[in-house]
């Protein structure tokens, strides 16, 4: 299995372009998760998929669209990048959304620059 | 609200000695609290998780924490440091009965040789 996977690894981007970040779990969960990573400061949660045909904003989803494509597949657009965009993003999923006895499995990470 | 405060920002020990890495945290209801590490251009590994079970929980690679209610701590500890535990640690607490994950601002760990 391989886990949480995550594309592209890598991507920069000018002011204004827009990008989809990808995003895919083979562990049959119901639950993912979009989170941004920014020096110093711990991840914070963009979006949320509880089940399947459901997404929720999470702490940070201002400028951000997502997508629940079906239940292996999560993705998080941009459509107008910012430099205060610049950041590493990590997809995660969960078998379950409620019980906090759920443990989030993470993907790699995607880091996006934005110019 | 929920909040998790990692006192310790940067960390170094040497190799062999102990590590101490503290968490405090802030919580209305029993929280569910974990430890996630990430190591350099990685994704985030569980360590271990604490879910009202027994205070003291043991995680891979040695580490283990231990849930003290009365001080609002889960301080994640390991007796002896090796090479391979440089990375960066994060505190994690859950809103009761949901997965939603409020993150501390990790401590970064240094090994030396």
């Known amino acids: 299995n391989a886990g949480v996977t995550q594309t592209p690894k890598f991507q920069v981007l000018k002011t204004g372009q827009s990008m989809t970040l990808q995003c895919a779990q083979d562990?049959?969960?119901?639950?993912m998760y979009w989170y941004r990573q920014d020096p110093g400061m711990g991840l914070r949660l963009i979006y949320y998929?509880?089940?399947?045909?459901?997404?929720d904003k999470g702490e940070v989803p201002n400028g951000y669209n997502v997508s629940r494509l079906n239940k292996r597949e999560f993705s998080l657009r941009l459509e107008s990048a910012a430099p205060s965009q610049t950041s590493v993003y990590f997809c995660a999923s969960s078998e379950l959304w409620t019980g906090a006895k759920e443990t989030q499995y993470f993907g790699p990470g995607t880091r996006l620059l934005v110019l | 609200a929920q909040s998790v405060t990692q006192l310790d920002s940067h960390v170094s020990v040497s190799e062999g000695t102990p590590v101490l890495l503290r968490c405090n945290y802030s919580?209305?209801?029993?929280?569910?609290l974990f430890w996630y590490v990430q190591h350099p251009n990685k994704g985030l590994q569980l360590l271990l998780k604490y879910t009202s079970a027994a205070t003291l929980v043991k995680g891979i690679n040695g580490f283990e924490a231990e849930f003290k209610k009365s001080e609002t701590s889960f301080h994640l500890t390991k007796p002896s440091a090796h090479m391979s535990d440089a990375a960066e640690y994060f505190c994690?607490?859950?809103?009761?009965?949901?997965?939603?994950?409020?993150f501390g601002a990790g401590t970064r760990l240094a090994v030396h040789p």
């Open positions: 998929s509880a089940s399947e045909g459901t997404t």
């Open positions: 994690v607490v859950s809103e009761s009965g949901y997965n939603k994950l409020i």
């Open positions: 919580s209305s209801y029993s929280p569910s």
């Open positions: 562990m049959n969960h119901n639950s």
